[in-house]
Every structure is written in structure tokens, then in C-alpha cells.
């Protein structure tokens, strides 16, 4: 089991980021999914806003993401009903913690391999950054993370050179802006857009939604070759 995770781990195509800032949490990826090396997707949305206090974001297989989603939104507000009280970031890490932990340890002819970035705000005021392996262990993020997709050694790079613990979140949007343009130059599991979002004590933006558009430029002078003498 330990070698499929590995395996599977190492196959994720994806960039998710996540920065702690003095004033909030800056949430970010990429848009495209891939099969192997093929791009199936150019315009997937990878960071979610699952309700009014919460964000997500996931690696992996792309129908769990899914699934996972719509489980964790309906599973909170479950919670919320019972208890009367809203959970907290915590509460919903560990539920995601829990429900990804079970279903990598449940037999099945496709394992489910996902990693997710959690992010939100507490009813009172305080935000907290989460990040959970894909073997279910929720770990509370006090700077910056990227899980294990495809992309985090070059984001994980850039972030440990430029992260500062006293940014605003307006400069952690940008941040996480660059390093996610770093990943897609070097990653092919990553690319063809950004999405950032902003989590303060009061609110959830989507700060960021941008494509990246192919452009086609012609070559001044002769292509530069490669030329081997004995």
C-alpha cells in the first residue's frame, strides 16, 4: 500500500498553494488536469469556496476531489444542525482527515488518492490554514504549504526564498501569484490559469481568476541548434 501512495503521489499533476499572512490566508492553483501526459482540462477551478467560512483545495484523483467536496459541505453543515454551533477550521480539517484516511485503507480496484489544502476563518475572527496528506493526517499550517502535487518542489522553492510572516495578505496574493507561475514553466501537470482566493476574519474572495492564453511569436534570425563535433 505504501508503494501505490508513493506512486500515486508522485503522478499528481497539479499546483496548490496555501500562505499564512498577519492579516488572513491566501488560497491558490492551477487549471489544468491531466491523464498521464495528456491535458484534459484547461479550465478546472481547483480552489473552492465550500461554504461562507471555508475554502479547499485539492490533489488527486479529480472525481474524489469532487466527491470529496460535496460530502465535506454536507457533513459540516450536518454537524452545525446537531450542535447548533458552526464548526471550526479545525473540526473541518480533521472531518477531512478522517474521510480520506478511511477511504485510502477501504479495498477498492481504484484507490483514492487525494491531498487538500484547508483554509477559513472562525466565528471568532481567527483563521487557520490546514493541510492534509494524502494518507489522512490533518497538520495545522503556520506559513505556507503545497501538499504534495506536482508542482510543490519549484512552489515550495520560490516561497521559501520570499515568504515574510509579518505580509499583508495583498502581497501574498501576489506571491502566490509568481509561485504559481513558477510551477507552470516547469511543471507539465500544471498551467493554463490561476485562481487566488483571500480568507480574512470577515469574508472569502475570489481575488484572482486568469487564463493563460498560447501566444505564437515569430523568431528573429535562425532557430539557435545544437552542434556536436569530434
Not at 86 to 105: D, F, H, Q
Not at 144 to 154: E, I, K, L, R, V
Amino acid at each position: 500500500m505504501d508503494e501505490d501512495l508513493k506512486n500515486n503521489i508522485l503522478k499528481t499533476g497539479t499546483t496548490i498553494l496555501g500562505i499564512v499572512c498577519k492579516d488572513g490566508i491566501v488560497m491558490a492553483s492551477d487549471r489544468r488536469t491531466t491523464a498521464g501526459s495528456i491535458v484534459m482540462g484547461k479550465t478546472v477551478q481547483k480552489t473552492v469556496k465550500i461554504n461562507d467560512y471555508l475554502v479547499t483545495s485539492g490533489t488527486g484523483m479529480a472525481s474524489d476531489i469532487e466527491m470529496q467536496k460535496k460530502v465535506i459541505a454536507a457533513e459540516l453543515k450536518l454537524k452545525e444542525l446537531k450542535s447548533k454551533k458552526r464548526p471550526s477550521i479545525k473540526e473541518a480539517a480533521n472531518l477531512i482527515g478522517m474521510m480520506t484516511y478511511r477511504n485510502v485503507r477501504q479495498p477498492s480496484m481504484v484507490p483514492s488518492i487525494v491531498g487538500t489544502l484547508v483554509g477559513g476563518f472562525n466565528e471568532d475572527g481567527t483563521f487557520e490554514l490546514y493541510t492534509i496528506e494524502p494518507a489522512g493526517t490533518a497538520m495545522k499550517v503556520d506559513d505556507y504549504d503545497a501538499n504534495f502535487g506536482s508542482g510543490m518542489p519549484y512552489v515550495l522553492g520560490l516561497l521559501e526564498r520570499q515568504y515574510d510572516e509579518n505580509m499583508a495578505v495583498k502581497e501574498g496574493v501576489e506571491l502566490a501569484k509568481e509561485a504559481i507561475k513558477s510551477s507552470t514553466q516547469r511543471d507539465t501537470g500544471s498551467g493554463n490559469g490561476i485562481d487566488v482566493f483571500t480568507i480574512t476574519k470577515k469574508e472569502i474572495k475570489h481575488e484572482v481568476a486568469q487564463e493563460i492564453a498560447p501566444e505564437y511569436k515569430d523568431i528573429k534570425g535562425k532557430p539557435r541548434t545544437n552542434s556536436f563535433k569530434d
